[in-house]
């Protein structure tokens, strides 16, 4: 996910690299984990400030209509969470929707204003972090360089909770190993790291990762334990985001 998840997004050292800017970097890193049509089975793991773990699992599923990306997320462990659905649509254009369903109250809630920077499902990730993000609304800077990465400072649109977000961008795989959140007074609040990743049909995608909330001192795992790519559309149907599809899937 960023978030989401979101987060989803082999130059070396040759004299086109050197004349990237932050901006084009940010965009063919974001080229390179595109997929159109997806299906990943997540274990998240919440691991508490003394170590003590929760775990759970999902399903995510993501279509890309043109510019436009909808995901949609089932929990099915532990029962306590089974059944909770999340629809997120990202508009190139328009304010991003989520809509999250909680089979104990049977209803859909939309996630909006100060609530898209709570937390998800427990977890280290805010809701705002599952978004993909919009590098147009975004300033970005190059801050340094060396043969492995890139690293760029961006500073989000005025509805972000960070005042700046600086990442790491590896050049043989274009896949940002490592995003720092800072606060508006840049004071490090959060960092999420990609461990582990894997290739498919040109394609690399996170396997492992973890977001620390450096305040708290406790972190969330995302494993993904299943994934299928470019899957046909007919797979993932247009009603799969509509609220009566999560009301009659609860």
């Not at 987060?7 to 901006?23: D, K, Y």
């Not at 991003?96 to 977890?123: C, H, W």
Request: proline fraction near 3%; include cysteine; charged fraction near 25%.
């Amino acid at each position: 996910m960023v978030a989401v998840f979101a987060l989803v997004l082999a130059i070396l050292c040759s004299p086109l690299a050197h004349a990237e800017t932050a901006e084009s970097i940010i965009d063919r890193a974001r080229d390179a984990q595109r997929v159109n049509n997806g299906i990943q089975q997540i274990r998240m793991v919440l691991v508490s400030k003394n170590g003590s773990t929760r775990e759970r699992t999902f399903e995510m599923r993501v279509r890309r209509d043109g510019d436009v990306v909808r995901s949609y997320v089932r929990f099915s462990q532990p029962s306590d969470v089974a059944g909770t659905q999340l629809v997120m649509v990202d508009h190139p254009d328009t304010v991003d929707e989520q809509v999250l369903y909680l089979p104990a109250l049977k209803r859909t809630n939309r996630i909006a204003g100060r609530a898209r920077k709570g937390a998800f499902m427990g977890s280290d990730f805010a809701y705002e972090d599952l978004e993909v993000s919009d590098a147009a609304s975004s300033t970005h800077t190059l801050v340094t360089e060396d043969e492995r990465v890139w690293v760029i400072d961006s500073i989000p649109g005025s509805d972000s909770s960070y005042g700046r977000i600086r990442s790491s961008v590896s050049k043989s795989d274009m896949m940002i190993r490592l995003a720092e959140f800072f606060d508006a007074k840049g004071q490090a609040v959060k960092k999420l790291e990609v461990l582990e990743t894997a290739t498919d049909n040109g394609v690399t995608i996170p396997t492992k990762s973890v977001m620390t909330n450096l305040r708290r001192g406790t972190k969330t795992e995302m494993h993904v334990s299943g994934y299928r790519l470019n899957v046909p559309a007919e797979e993932i149907p247009d009603e799969t985001f509509t609220v009566g599809f999560l009301e009659r899937n609860g």
